[in-house]
């Protein structure tokens, strides 16, 4: 697994930026044909587009999304994840994302499958339900955890299929998935130590961001 750490000369864009996109950006190549699915208002896909002259292509649920997408120049259609990706024809894109979001599609696993269909690649970044100041908050709360990446209540949150890095892991290789890099960040958005073990990653990183392929 690679090891994403920013350079010193990447610190002011860093800054200005999600950290799972700044990590993403870098595993992306200049000109490569790009498809974000639930792209949100459009800033991974802009930052890829103005960054790395990509071929930026994206996908939206809501309206709203698609509208401020629209807004800033990029080509974002409507569509869900788990109903429209399979319209998506075989080895159409370099890489395909999902970007904070498999956690609130109804089936993950299909989705995933596809992704790795329609790209060479499928980068993944989520957050870690193992983290342990989630695992604290129930354990001593007795509640359904809130956090900074996990910011909604439990009857209101558009997550529905919460996973730890761990669980992900298993499920690439029931999809016959190979990872090609990996990096978990902890919540100052520090990346971990590349060598560390899955349980350290599955108990100190509040997020992950996985690059997968095909076997």
Same mark, same amino acid.
């Given at each position: 697994? =690679?090891?994403?750490?920013? =350079?010193?000369?990447?610190?002011?864009?860093?800054?200005?930026?999600?950290?799972? @996109?700044?990590?993403?950006?870098?595993?992306?190549?200049?000109?490569?044909?790009?498809?974000?699915?639930?792209?949100?208002?459009?800033?991974? %896909?802009? %930052?890829?587009?103005?960054? @790395?002259?990509?071929?930026?292509?994206?996908?939206?649920?809501?309206?709203?999304?698609?509208?401020?997408?629209?807004?800033?120049?990029?080509?974002?259609?409507?569509?869900?994840?788990?109903?429209?990706?399979?319209?998506?024809?075989?080895?159409?894109?370099?890489?395909?994302?999902?970007?904070?979001?498999?956690?609130?599609?109804?089936?993950?696993?299909?989705?995933?499958?596809?992704?790795?269909?329609?790209?060479? *690649?499928?980068?993944?970044?989520?957050?870690?339900?193992?983290?342990?100041?989630?695992?604290?908050?129930?354990?001593?709360?007795?509640?359904?955890?809130?956090?900074?990446?996990?910011?909604?209540?439990? *009857?209101? =949150?558009?997550?529905?299929?919460?996973?730890?890095?761990?669980?992900?892991?298993?499920?690439?290789?029931?999809?016959?998935?190979?990872?090609?890099?990996?990096?978990?960040?902890?919540? &100052?958005?520090?990346?971990?130590?590349?060598?560390?073990?899955?349980?350290?990653?599955? &108990?100190?990183?509040?997020?992950?961001? &996985?690059? %997968?392929?095909?076997?």
């Amino acid at each position: 697994m =690679t090891d994403l750490l920013a =350079t010193p000369a990447q610190t002011t864009e860093a800054a200005s930026s999600r950290v799972d @996109h700044m990590l993403i950006a870098r595993m992306v190549a200049d000109g490569a044909r790009v498809l974000d699915v639930g792209c949100d208002d459009g800033a991974l %896909l802009r %930052l890829l587009r103005d960054q @790395h002259g990509v071929d930026a292509r994206g996908m939206e649920l809501s309206q709203r999304g698609v509208n401020d997408c629209v807004a800033k120049g990029l080509s974002v259609i409507q569509g869900d994840a788990d109903v429209d990706l399979v319209d998506y024809p075989t080895d159409a894109f370099d890489y395909v994302i999902l970007s904070q979001t498999v956690q609130a599609t109804r089936n993950p696993k299909r989705v995933l499958e596809n992704l790795l269909r329609i790209g060479r *690649y499928a980068i993944v970044s989520f957050p870690n339900f193992g983290h342990w100041r989630i695992r604290a908050q129930i354990a001593f709360n007795g509640r359904m955890p809130i956090t900074e990446n996990l910011s909604h209540n439990w *009857y209101d =949150t558009p997550n529905i299929h919460f996973c730890t890095i761990r669980d992900f892991v298993v499920l690439t290789r029931e999809i016959n998935a190979k990872i090609i890099s990996a990096t978990a960040v902890d919540r &100052f958005g520090s990346p971990l130590r590349v060598n560390a073990p899955w349980w350290f990653w599955n &108990f100190f990183a509040e997020q992950a961001v &996985f690059m %997968l392929e095909r076997e």
